[in-house]
């Protein structure tokens, strides 16, 4: 059944506007018992590094569950120092990964896509080290970000976007979080960043479609929990629900939060205040 509470608390403020690389954000508050890795380097490609803020619980005697976040902004803008809004997972003892991607200005898709899937399998190669449970990853993001997480999480052990780095294991995660994210870029190429970023495969419907996460939906798909306003200018509701739609047919365990006269994430207070009531409860019915 599609949810449609009238407030909605969203974890992470996802970014969707431009920002200047001068703008300075506050920093990630983190527990006294939490150790901090900003910057680590998860991948290098033509002299760009791909970095990530880790954040991992040093005194649990157990491997714990880890949220990879992945801003948004349009594959065109945003930054990970952007999102900050951590507690509750480091309430819930998650480690967090706090991803960066090269953006459109740097290499158009499918390059974000490959930096997310370099970002996991970076999770999965350091877990031991990282003391999380690759059993217990959950993936979420906003708007671009969004997309980029139902990319990686929906792809699964498929490895065609993994040229740039390589894991001989099987890769699924627990779970994704998808706020408001594109799903369907064969509706969306024709202009603005999508077109942008797309670039001359714009009107490559066969790569269009193999960059759109709605073309990955399967029976073994993993748990997805979608939240999208029905005002969105942005990315059309109808997105998430086609979504929502095709992956209840698969038979695969979802969730969708409606955000009634939500606009692209921009929520009221009100509409901000009870995702903890949905989100955590499926999130712990995964066992996570």
């Given at each position: 059944m599609i949810k449609t509470?009238?407030?909605?608390?969203?974890?992470?403020?996802?970014?969707?506007?431009?920002?200047?690389?001068?703008?300075?954000?506050?920093?990630?508050?983190?527990?006294s018992n939490y150790t901090?890795?900003?910057?680590?380097?998860?991948?290098?490609?033509?002299?760009?590094?791909?970095?990530?803020?880790?954040?991992?619980?040093?005194?649990?005697?157990?491997?714990?569950?880890?949220?990879i976040n992945i801003h948004g902004g349009g594959w065109e803008s945003g930054q990970k120092e952007s999102q900050t809004g951590f507690g509750t997972f480091f309430k819930k003892g998650y480690a967090v990964a706090n991803v960066e991607y090269r953006l459109t200005d740097v290499?158009?898709?499918?390059?974000?896509?490959?930096?997310?899937?370099?970002?996991?399998?970076?999770?999965?190669?350091?877990?031991?080290?990282?003391?999380?449970?690759?059993?217990?990853?959950v993936i979420m993001g906003g708007s671009a970000g969004g997309h980029l997480a139902l990319m990686a999480g929906l792809l699964g052990n498929n490895k065609k976007f993994d040229t740039n780095c390589h894991y001989k294991g099987t890769i699924k995660v627990a779970a994704i979080i998808d706020e408001y994210g594109p799903a369907d870029l064969t509706v969306l190429h024709h202009d603005g960043s999508a077109k942008r970023?797309?670039?001359?495969?714009?009107?490559?419907?066969?790569?269009?479609?193999?960059?759109?996460?709605?073309?990955?939906?399967?029976?073994?798909?993993?748990?997805?929990?979608?939240?999208?306003?029905?005002?969105?200018?942005?990315?059309?509701?109808?997105?998430?629900?086609?979504?929502?739609?095709?992956?209840?047919?698969?038979?695969?365990?979802?969730?969708?939060m409606t955000v009634k006269g939500g606009k692209h994430g921009n929520f009221s207070r009100s509409q901000k205040s009870d995702?903890?009531?949905?989100?955590?409860?499926?999130?712990?019915?995964?066992?996570?």
């Open positions: 509470p009238f407030t909605l608390l969203i974890i992470l403020s996802f970014v969707c506007n431009s920002f200047s690389q001068s703008v300075k954000f506050k920093p990630v508050k983190y527990p901090a890795t900003i910057d680590q380097v998860y991948t290098e490609i033509n002299g760009w590094k791909g970095r990530m803020d880790l954040y991992t619980n040093s005194t649990s005697e157990t491997p714990t569950p880890i949220v290499a158009p898709a499918p390059a974000a896509i490959q930096d997310v899937r370099c970002a996991l399998i970076y999770i999965y190669e350091h877990a031991k080290s990282l003391n999380v449970d690759t059993d217990k990853i970023w797309l670039n001359n495969h714009h009107l490559n419907t066969e790569f269009v479609k193999s960059v759109s996460p709605m073309y990955y939906v399967s029976k073994d798909s993993p748990p997805t929990f979608i939240i999208h306003g029905d005002k969105d200018p942005t990315v059309p509701y109808s997105q998430s629900v086609k979504l929502y739609k095709k992956l209840k047919a698969q038979g695969v365990k979802t969730e969708f995702f903890g009531k949905f989100v955590w409860p499926f999130l712990e019915s995964l066992g996570l």
